[in-house]
């Protein structure tokens, strides 16, 4: 398939070297920012474009991979183009798109994704489009790209979204406020590590409800109470423990 990338951060860089490594000839990487668009253009061969008015017509996807701020803006910039256009926003109405007339759809990647990536990690896609025909196309399309591909309407990609903020953006948080937790009090986050990654890992055999540990799993409120007193000084970190302890003592 003939691909256009309009976009060159991190989605459209790692699905740029998806689309590249299953054999499509993208023809064309389109950006604002000359240099990323010159690099990523170089790296995936393809002709770097700065403006709309040079997009190629003759492609027959072109795959939107900017902002949600920048997606309900960018579709009054586009000229008439020739095949279908998708956008890959997870929580963005595939409505964006319609004034376009032309057939249209989504190719959403539920995956935290990173252009100094090194290797290509697996990533579930989720389509939508404005008609059967060209959700046909979508799909043998991203088939080549990954061996999770569903059907996902609006309300559901929202949803999954959502999902995905609970259990990527939220958990990093975590780490976050944990290593500067660690810092302040002369501790190597590092020793947390494999921790970290056993937790993660044990999702792939459990239900996480079935794996919960820890003191509020365990109605221990004695050394919940000792938690406490040790972050007392720290407000905004106490309201985090309490809040999550809370939930995970009364969840059912």
Do not use: W
Request: hydrophobic share 40%; net charge negative; with cysteine.
């Amino acid at each position: 398939m003939k691909v256009v990338i309009i976009g060159t951060g991190n989605v459209g860089t790692v699905l740029g070297r998806k689309i590249s490594a299953a054999g499509h000839d993208i023809i064309a990487v389109a950006g604002r920012n000359r240099e990323a668009t010159d690099a990523l253009a170089t790296e995936l061969q393809a002709k770097p474009v700065y403006t709309f008015d040079n997009l190629a017509t003759e492609a027959e996807l072109y795959l939107i991979a900017v902002s949600d701020t920048a997606l309900y803006e960018l579709p009054k910039q586009l000229p008439a183009l020739g095949g279908i256009i998708a956008h890959t926003a997870g929580s963005v109405p595939m409505q964006v798109l319609s004034t376009l007339n032309r057939p249209h759809g989504i190719v959403y990647p539920l995956q935290s994704l990173r252009k100094e990536m090194v290797v290509l990690p697996d990533i579930p896609l989720l389509i939508d489009a404005s008609d059967e025909t060209t959700a046909g196309i979508l799909v043998d399309f991203a088939q080549t790209l990954s061996p999770q591909v569903e059907r996902a309407n609006d309300t559901q990609r929202t949803q999954l979204h959502l999902g995905a903020v609970l259990v990527s953006n939220f958990t990093n948080h975590l780490y976050a406020l944990a290593k500067k937790y660690c810092t302040r009090n002369g501790i190597e986050f590092s020793l947390l590590q494999p921790l970290i990654e056993e937790t993660a890992t044990r999702l792939r055999q459990y239900a996480p409800e079935a794996v919960q540990t820890g003191p509020a799993a365990r109605k221990d409120l004695i050394t919940i109470q000792k938690h406490r007193q040790l972050i007392e000084q720290e407000p905004a970190l106490l309201k985090v423990y309490d809040t999550l302890n809370e939930s995970i003592l009364n969840f059912k």
